[in-house]
C-alpha cells in the first residue's frame, strides 16, 4: 500500500499569511496526487490534480507542485473562506489520503 | 444539477447490515468509475471501495474485503454498497464519490452517516 504523510497535522496562521502544505509519498507515484479542502460537516472539494493542475472554478491563491514522492500545496494569501482541512490523495494506485492538514486562526 | 445523493445509513447493531445508495444525476453516471469513501467520527478520509464503469473491475480496501459489496445499476444512475458483518469501526460519513479518468474525484455526494453500536 503506498503511505502518504502530511505535514504539519496543524497550522495556525492569519489572513492574508503564505501558507505551505506538504504531502509525502511512500513511494514514487509520480504526479498522480489531488488536493482537497473540506470544511466542518461537508464533503471535500477538490482544488488541485495532477499535482499542480487548478480545478476550475478554485482561486488563483491555491497552488500546487511535486512529482515522484514530495509535493507542496501553497495558499499564497490567506483568506477566512480557506480555514479548512486539507488532504492530499494518491491515484497511482487505488487512492490513498493523507492524514490532514487543519488550518486555523491565528 | 450535477450530483450525487446518498441514503441508507443509520444505526445497526455490531454483526447487522445495511445497504448504502447513492443516485447520481446531471452528469453521464455510466462512463465513471465510482468510489466509496469514508470518513470515522474527528478522523480522515478512507478510500473504501471503488468500482469501473462497466462494472467488471471491482477493488476494496483491505479492512472491508469479504464485508462490503460495491455495485451499480447504470440504467438507473445509482451505486450501491452492501455492508455486512458490521463492526464498530465501521462506524463513519459514508460518501460516493465519481472519478474522473479513473483517477481524482470532482463530485462528491453529501455523505450519510453508518453508526454500528450496540
Known amino acids: 500500500d503506498i503511505l502518504m504523510t502530511q505535514s504539519p497535522s496543524t497550522l495556525s496562521a492569519s489572513v492574508g499569511d503564505r501558507v505551505t502544505i506538504t504531502c509525502r509519498a511512500s513511494q514514487s507515484i509520480s504526479s498522480y496526487l489531488a488536493w482537497y479542502q473540506q470544511k466542518p460537516g461537508k464533503a471535500p472539494n477538490l482544488l488541485i490534480y495532477?499535482?499542480?493542475s487548478l480545478q476550475s472554478g478554485v482561486p488563483s491563491r491555491f497552488s500546487g507542485s511535486g512529482s515522484g514522492t514530495e509535493f507542496t500545496l501553497t495558499i499564497s494569501s490567506l483568506q477566512p473562506a480557506d480555514f479548512a482541512t486539507y488532504y492530499c490523495q494518491q491515484y497511482h494506485r487505488y487512492w490513498t489520503f493523507g492524514q490532514g492538514t487543519k488550518v486555523e486562526i491565528k | 444539477e450535477v450530483q450525487l445523493v446518498e441514503s441508507g445509513g443509520g444505526l445497526v447493531k455490531p454483526g447487522g447490515s445495511l445497504r448504502l445508495s447513492c443516485a447520481a444525476s446531471?452528469?453521464?453516471?455510466?462512463?465513471?468509475?465510482m468510489n466509496w469513501v469514508r470518513q470515522a467520527p474527528g478522523r480522515g478520509l478512507e478510500w473504501v471501495s471503488s468500482?469501473?464503469?462497466?462494472?467488471?473491475?471491482?477493488y476494496y480496501a483491505d479492512s472491508v474485503r469479504g464485508r462490503l459489496t460495491i455495485s451499480r445499476d447504470n440504467a438507473k444512475k445509482s451505486l450501491y454498497l452492501q455492508m455486512n458483518s458490521l463492526r464498530a469501526e465501521d462506524t463513519a460519513v459514508y460518501y460516493c464519490?465519481?472519478?474522473?479518468?479513473?483517477?481524482?474525484?470532482?463530485?462528491w455526494g453529501q455523505g450519510t452517516t453508518v453508526s454500528v453500536s450496540s
Open positions: 464519490a465519481n472519478a474522473i479518468d479513473g483517477n481524482y474525484a470532482d463530485i
Open positions: 446531471g452528469f453521464t453516471f455510466s462512463t465513471y468509475t
Open positions: 495532477k499535482a499542480s
Open positions: 468500482i469501473d464503469s462497466s462494472g467488471a473491475y471491482i
